[in-house]
């Protein structure tokens, strides 16, 4: 796979996402495994005239849950960050951290567990079409009193998303407070919370695969099972803001497959994910924790209508 292909790719993210201008102040977070990928986003922030700092997680720090003080200052500082990442699930509560100071005082970039290969076929890509199908998606079921979520594996859901803000992830990262991820392609919002009940039949959970088991009373997680889970679960331990239901999202990007990272996969077209944990302000969750579930080949209605038909979207 040749370096141009990952530097164009690259080219997209700061110049099509983040919409890098002169004089800003990029902070890349990074690691030895995601370097290459890292280079390539400071080559273009450079171009771009940003004034570029790379911060180098060594393995020695790893798992990192609270950041440290210097770096506090340096994501206080910044007007861009970018998290570029291997994907550990024991450093959710730090991933957390970014999120807040990038939506409190800049914007932020997610890429965790990002690989070269993602970059070239996931990055690269038209994301005014994506913006457009995305926001078709929301249209259909956005302020539904009534939605149902089901699939042939077991699950059966029912919630209400009336009155809750809908966020098109489509790339778009060029304001202060956004934050999402690359690859994008995704619509989500955090459901009515007292008003979500039923089963969540899920085939992964923030990387690690299934099958498992969710089900939610009035939102809250009352009995689980999976292997998948109990790992997530254990790091929850009595947290109880990490077993709220936080977000209910819908997969909008043709390109991205269902794989064993969650980066990826929760994007797949057609796919729908749950979120036990932080809501992202969408909602009333407010935690340390964001653990996603994904759901195969469901069927959504929304206000009586279906909006996905095993899978196959009906709009």
């Known amino acids: 796979m040749s370096r141009n292909r ?5 080219e997209r993210a700061v110049r099509d996402s983040l919409r890098l201008r002169p004089g800003e102040r990029f902070l890349l977070v990074t690691d030895a495994a995601k370097l290459e990928i890292a280079d390539a986003l400071a080559f273009w922030a450079k171009q771009a005239g940003a004034e570029v700092t790379t911060y180098l997680m060594t393995e020695s ?3 990192i849950v ?18 570029v990442l291997d994907a550990r699930v024991e450093e959710k509560p730090f991933r957390g951290f970014l999120v807040k100071t990038g939506r409190t005082s800049s914007r932020i970039l997610m890429m965790p567990g990002i690989t070269r290969e993602m970059m070239v076929r996931l990055v690269d890509i038209d994301y005014a079409e994506l913006k457009r199908f995305t926001e078709k998606v929301i249209r259909a079921i956005r302020n539904a009193g009534d939605v149902e979520v089901s699939n042939a594996a077991g699950t059966s ?4 998303v009336e009155g809750r803000r809908w966020v098109a992830g489509a790339g778009d990262l060029s304001r202060k407070g956004s934050h999402g991820n690359l690859p994008a392609g995704e619509c989500y919002t955090a459901p009515v919370e007292d008003s979500f009940n039923g089963t969540v039949a899920l085939g992964l959970i923030d990387d690690k695969l299934g099958p498992g088991r969710l089900e939610f009373r009035k939102g809250k997680l009352v009995r689980w099972r999976g292997r998948g889970v109990e790992a997530i679960l254990r790091l929850v331990g009595g947290d109880e803001t990490g ?14 497959r269902v794989c064993p990272n969650m980066l990826e996969a929760e994007k797949a077209f057609g796919t729908a994910h ?11 969750n407010s935690s340390p924790h964001h653990y996603d579930a994904l759901v195969k080949k469901v069927t959504i209605k929304a206000g009586g209508k279906i909006i996905l038909r095993e899978g ?3 709009i």
């Open 6 to 10: 990952l530097y164009r790719a690259a």
């Open 61 to 63: 720090l790893r798992p």
């Open 66 to 83: 609270e950041p440290p003080r210097l770096l506090r200052e340096m994501a206080g500082r910044a007007t861009a960050i970018a998290y």
């Open 157 to 160: 859901l029912k919630f209400s």
């Open 243 to 256: 077993k709220t239901i936080g977000e209910f999202g819908i997969g909008t990007n043709p390109g991205a």
């Open 274 to 284: 749950f979120a036990i944990g932080d809501s992202y302000g969408l909602g009333k």
């Open 312 to 314: 196959r979207f009906e």
